[in-house]
């Protein structure tokens, strides 16, 4: 195709000559509208992205856990070598009284349930069941008057565990097995040493001369036939002396006493031998003073 065009330029007429001569196209006038322009988006400037801080890892710290109290186990291999007692501590009284433990030296005393202690402690001292008077092999247990007043005259017995099996587990008044005893003295609270040594007890027989009246003291005994018996406390007064309780290598004892007007536990020594008295040792008081503490049982 020939295209020949030719531009009128008073009327602005561009005449395009092709197949069909003519044809004209007119451009004048209106002017034809522009195609729209694309509306420009708004495109926001990048922002700059900050460089994350990396923050150290920290493991918060807690606090010491405050520590558990491990149940106590009221028995003799989880209490071994420490000390059983009834206290007026943390509100107990003379009737009703609270049960506590404590190491041989006075230290770390502990709470107790009072049920669980006092089934415990009824284990250890039962005179029928327990082992504070019973002689290691468990032929012969030693006993105390059963209806003691306190004054008067109060003696202790030895029986044979089996031939005086139906004595034993009565609460008949004992007759026979004389060990020791003094007119018109009080002895009481018999406990045999687990060594089988010494037969431990409470008694005002034997006072000494420096002393105005007879008081409690505890006493030791081979357990014969006429026994030795040695004096290991000093006491010139307080009427409640007693209650005492073999360590567990039977070395020591634990006992009771009001010397100071409260009662409070003591240990002392027994000594390796027959000579061994109060003139060689001295009592310890391991009480607080600030409650009355009675009935020691050494755990062993």
Same mark, same amino acid.
């Given at each position: 195709?020939?295209?020949?065009?030719?531009?009128?330029?008073?009327?602005?007429?561009?005449?395009?000559?092709?197949? @069909? /001569?003519?044809? *004209?196209?007119?451009?004048?006038? =209106?002017?034809? !509208?522009? #195609? %729209?322009?694309? +509306? &420009?988006?708004?495109?926001?400037?990048?922002?700059?992205?900050? @460089? /994350?801080?990396? *923050?150290?890892?920290?493991?918060? =710290?807690?606090? !010491?856990? #405050? %520590?558990?109290? +491990? &149940?106590?186990?009221?028995?003799?291999?989880?209490?071994?070598?420490?000390?059983?007692?009834?206290?007026?501590?943390?509100?107990?009284?003379?009737?009703? #009284?609270?049960?506590?433990?404590?190491?041989?030296?006075?230290?770390?005393?502990?709470?107790?349930?009072?049920?669980?202690?006092?089934?415990?402690?009824?284990?250890?001292?039962?005179?029928?069941?327990?082992?504070?008077?019973?002689?290691?092999?468990?032929?012969?247990?030693?006993?105390?008057?059963?209806?003691?007043?306190?004054?008067?005259?109060?003696?202790?017995?030895?029986?044979?565990?089996?031939?005086?099996?139906?004595?034993?587990?009565?609460?008949?008044?004992?007759?026979?097995?004389?060990?020791?005893?003094?007119?018109?003295?009080?002895?009481?609270?018999?406990?045999?040493?687990?060594?089988?040594?010494?037969?431990?007890?409470?008694?005002?027989?034997?006072?000494?001369?420096?002393?105005?009246?007879?008081?409690?003291?505890?006493?030791?005994?081979?357990?014969?036939?006429?026994?030795?018996?040695?004096?290991?406390?000093?006491?010139?007064?307080?009427?409640?002396?007693?209650?005492?309780?073999?360590?567990?290598?039977?070395?020591?004892?634990?006992?009771?006493?009001?010397?100071?007007?409260?009662?409070?536990?003591?240990?002392?020594?027994?000594?390796?031998?027959?000579?061994?008295?109060?003139?060689?040792?001295?009592?310890?008081?391991?009480?607080?003073?600030?409650?009355?503490?009675?009935?020691?049982?050494?755990?062993?």
């Amino acid at each position: 195709m020939v295209i020949v065009a030719q531009l009128d330029a008073t009327r602005q007429v561009l005449t395009i000559y092709g197949v @069909t /001569p003519g044809v *004209t196209v007119v451009m004048g006038g =209106t002017p034809l !509208p522009l #195609p %729209p322009s694309p +509306t &420009p988006t708004f495109t926001s400037p990048p922002t700059d992205t900050a @460089t /994350p801080t990396l *923050t150290p890892s920290i493991t918060p =710290t807690r606090g !010491p856990r #405050p %520590p558990t109290a +491990t &149940p106590i186990a009221y028995s003799r291999g989880a209490l071994a070598g420490k000390i059983l007692f009834k206290s007026t501590r943390n509100g107990g009284s003379l009737f009703r #009284p609270n049960w506590f433990i404590m190491n041989p030296d006075g230290t770390g005393i502990q709470p107790l349930d009072n049920a669980a202690a006092e089934a415990f402690a009824i284990s250890l001292e039962s005179e029928a069941f327990g082992i504070e008077n019973l002689e290691p092999g468990g032929q012969r247990r030693v006993f105390g008057e059963r209806r003691c007043p306190g004054i008067g005259t109060c003696l202790l017995y030895i029986l044979d565990t089996t031939l005086d099996a139906a004595l034993i587990n009565s609460n008949e008044d004992i007759s026979k097995g004389q060990w020791f005893g003094s007119p018109n003295a009080v002895a009481k609270d018999p406990v045999w040493s687990p060594t089988g040594q010494y037969i431990a007890f409470a008694s005002n027989h034997d006072p000494g001369t420096e002393c105005v009246r007879k008081s409690m003291n505890i006493f030791k005994g081979t357990p014969t036939q006429n026994p030795t018996v040695r004096r290991l406390t000093h006491f010139c007064s307080g009427g409640n002396v007693g209650h005492p309780s073999f360590s567990g290598d039977g070395s020591m004892l634990v006992f009771e006493a009001d010397a100071d007007g409260l009662r409070q536990l003591f240990t002392v020594q027994v000594g390796a031998d027959d000579t061994f008295d109060y003139r060689q040792t001295q009592e310890q008081k391991i009480s607080d003073g600030q409650s009355n503490d009675w009935d020691p049982l050494w755990v062993k």
